[in-house]
């Protein structure tokens, strides 16, 4: 893990993330895509699915952004199932789209369909998520985050909240083999690790879903009477426990502090009535540094591996000074 840690900080580039974009409708579920405009140059986009609000506030972007680039988007919506983002890719491919973009639900498992891309000369652009793949040829770069960056931070703060307490975790983990999912437990594995006082004592899968984030935490409140901390890798996930609970009779963010990650409008609301304690920001509003890498990518130009969003971390009154102007 420390490798591909080094690794990725040696070839990050940090571009600050571009703040526009607002209004616009949802994500549509065709499978092989459909067309949205009429620009000149035509992009597939597999999307993972719509698990989330962050995932909601992404496809807006990217539609919105395309829009406004004048780029025909041919969108689909996976279900988050790897099956059904290989046949939207494939019926790209098909389709001879100028470019393919995907934010993959897993990590690995991507190379044979990636190099039928690259066969048919089809430039693949991955945002938000990264795939594991030993041949970094088969797509031409990375917008997204640092995955491992947020988990580091949300354990961070932990170590700094606990100081000397003993103190019982639970994680509620994304979606299994989701590059979100891995980053963020090892970022805070490795932040935590120093402090012996902190114990992660279960770590269940909530698939970034709010119902299977209450679902994990209905179970882990009757497995462990005594938590003291949620550490939840998105948001979504985070406000299902804190239903579970409200339902248990314990004060969520009082008598179990909560810890998440994301920063859409309904984290940043609970945060800021001190349901949530403490949110990383990962920034969904990819549609712009997208379009724009396209259109270099199709005229031939050559972009690094890695262009990563900035993003920063809020506590109650950050949050409370963030939401009148948050986007999403
Ligand atoms: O890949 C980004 C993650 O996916 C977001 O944190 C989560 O909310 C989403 O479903």
Redesign the pocket.
């Known amino acids: 893990m420390l490798k591909k840690i080094i690794t990725l900080a040696a070839s990050a580039v940090v571009v600050t993330a571009l703040s526009a974009c607002g209004g616009g409708g949802d994500g549509g579920a065709d499978a092989a895509g459909s067309g949205d405009g009429g620009g000149e140059l035509t992009m597939g986009f597999a999307q993972?699915?719509a698990?989330?609000?962050?995932?909601s506030a992404?496809t807006k972007s990217i539609q919105e952004s395309a829009k406004a680039a004048g780029v025909e988007l041919k969108f689909s919506d996976a279900q988050q199932k790897q099956e059904n983002q290989i046949k939207a890719i494939r019926s790209y491919i098909q389709q001879k789209v100028d470019v393919i973009a995907f934010?993959p639900v897993v990590e690995t498992g991507w190379d044979t369909v990636l190099l039928e891309a690259k066969r048919a000369q089809i430039p693949v652009i991955l945002t938000?998520?990264a795939v594991d793949s030993d041949d970094d040829s088969l797509y031409e770069t990375f917008i997204?985050?640092d995955?491992v960056k947020e988990g580091e931070k949300a354990g961070e703060w932990l170590v700094g909240e606990a100081g000397s307490d003993p103190t019982k975790v639970v994680e509620i983990q994304?979606?299994t083999g989701?590059?979100?999912a891995i980053d963020r437990k090892a970022g805070f594995e490795d932040a935590i690790k120093g402090s012996s006082n902190i114990e992660v004592v279960a770590s269940q899968t909530g698939d970034?879903t709010r119902s299977g984030g209450k679902q994990v935490m209905e179970a882990f409140l009757k497995s462990n009477p005594d938590i003291d901390v949620v550490y939840a890798?998105?948001?979504?996930m985070g406000l299902g426990a804190i239903e579970a609970i409200e339902a248990a009779g314990k004060v969520p963010g009082q008598d179990i502090k909560i810890i998440t990650?994301?920063a859409?409008k309904d984290g940043m609301t609970a945060l800021s009535e001190g349901k949530i304690n403490f949110i990383v920001e990962?920034n969904?509003l990819l549609g712009d540094q997208l379009m724009d890498a396209a259109e270099k990518v199709v005229a031939g130009d050559e972009l690094p591996k890695r262009i990563e969003t900035e993003e920063t971390t809020f506590d109650q009154e950050q949050a409370t000074a963030a939401l009148p102007d948050r986007q999403y």
Do not use: K, L, Y
């Open positions: 993972v699915g698990e989330s609000g962050w995932r992404n934010s938000d998520r997204g985050s995955f994304g979606t989701a590059a979100p970034f890798h998105n948001d979504d990650v994301d859409v990962c969904p």
